[in-house]
């Protein structure tokens, strides 16, 4: 169900950027963020995955970090879960520095890892997949099915997922329901910090928005919550803390009151190097598919709220 039971320098922030995380109280609460990364980086031989990047999850946050393929997403959430050491920077759990071995080593830190790909058994009752690897028995060993049927339901209920019956096959459900059980088996087993690797990627519209509301309630029960994302119409509804990642990098370090959608969909679409692009086209072909190619990115650019040369 979850797993962790989720070399080219980019371009300097831009205008209105935060150069790093506030290091500043929450407004939910004092003290350090539940998970603070700083000037973390990450190499994989000769290849730069990381260098630099700052993050902060608060508890009753939702801090959304965006990036397109080969970001430098996925390593970013495998250091958090604690598949993967960071070989720069600092990692702070509660303030405190940590240097996981393992994903349990972070689970038993309060963090949990939801993954795009759930580890479910499609036919098993939900209940079994609530409590998978984490069954309760009876005092002479057998399966205590009871209690598990209770809990499920109560969790599912407590996080306002209504599901007609826990006995039934979880490869029954929707890819949304099922990232949503996810969810509040996470909740349920201890979590203090929820990372959620693109649970929203390969869902349509309207199970997107069943997610995004458990991802609110998660926030709500006081959660600190990591939403990894290509996506910022999905981000910026829910999200209070925005970064942006490049080419390995932080690109910029937004609060929700610093930035609207469109401009954090501008950051995202690359809008600025539409428009450089398509100034090249314009100065390599004054007519033909040239021109006409320039024209398109021009008004993509200026779709995206780009205007002017970069």
């Known amino acids: 169900m979850t797993a962790a039971p ?12 935060s150069p790093e995380p506030s290091s500043g109280a929450s407004a939910r609460g004092d003290g350090p963020p539940l998970v ?3 000037g973390v980086g990450k190499n994989y031989g000769s290849v730069i995955a990381l260098r630099g990047v700052s993050l902060e999850a608060r508890a009753g946050e939702v801090t959304c970090v965006l990036g397109d393929n080969g970001a430098g997403k996925s390593t970013l959430i495998k250091i958090v879960a604690g598949l993967h050491r960071h070989d720069s920077g600092t990692y702070e759990v509660a303030g405190e520095p940590v240097s996981f071995a393992s994903p349990r080593d972070a689970l038993d830190r309060g963090i949990a890892t939801v993954y ?8 098993m009752p939900i209940w079994r997949n609530f409590f998978l690897g984490s069954e309760k028995r009876r005092s002479l060993g057998r399966l205590d099915v009871g209690h ?15 599901l007609r019956d826990v006995d039934q096959p979880i490869g029954t459900l929707s890819g949304g329901e099922r990232q949503c059980v996810a969810i509040a088996r996470a909740v349920h087993f201890g979590a203090r910090a929820l990372v959620l690797d693109e649970p929203t990627a390969a869902l ?3 199970q997107a928005g069943v ?3 458990y991802i609110v309630q998660a926030r709500e029960r006081g959660l600190a919550v990591v939403f990894i994302t290509h996506n910022p119409h999905h981000a910026y509804p829910v999200g209070d803390r925005f970064l942006i990642l490049k080419r390995g990098r932080g690109i910029g370090h937004h609060s929700k009151s610093d930035i609207t959608r469109d401009e954090l969909t501008a950051l995202m679409a690359g809008g600025a190097e539409l428009e450089e692009l398509a100034h090249e086209l314009k100065a390599a072909s004054a007519g033909g598919a040239g021109a006409a190619a320039a024209r398109e990115l021009t008004r993509q650019a200026k779709d995206l709220g780009i205007t002017g040369k970069p």
């Open 36 to 38: 603070r990364l700083t």
């Open 6 to 17: 989720g070399p080219n320098p980019s371009p300097e922030p831009p205008t209105g950027a």
């Open 148 to 162: 598990m049927r209770r809990t499920t339901r109560r969790e599912l209920a407590e996080m306002g997922i209504d």
């Open 204 to 206: 349509g519209v309207k």
């Open 211 to 213: 997610v995004l509301r």
């Open 116 to 123: 795009q790909d759930l580890a479910v058994v499609p036919l």
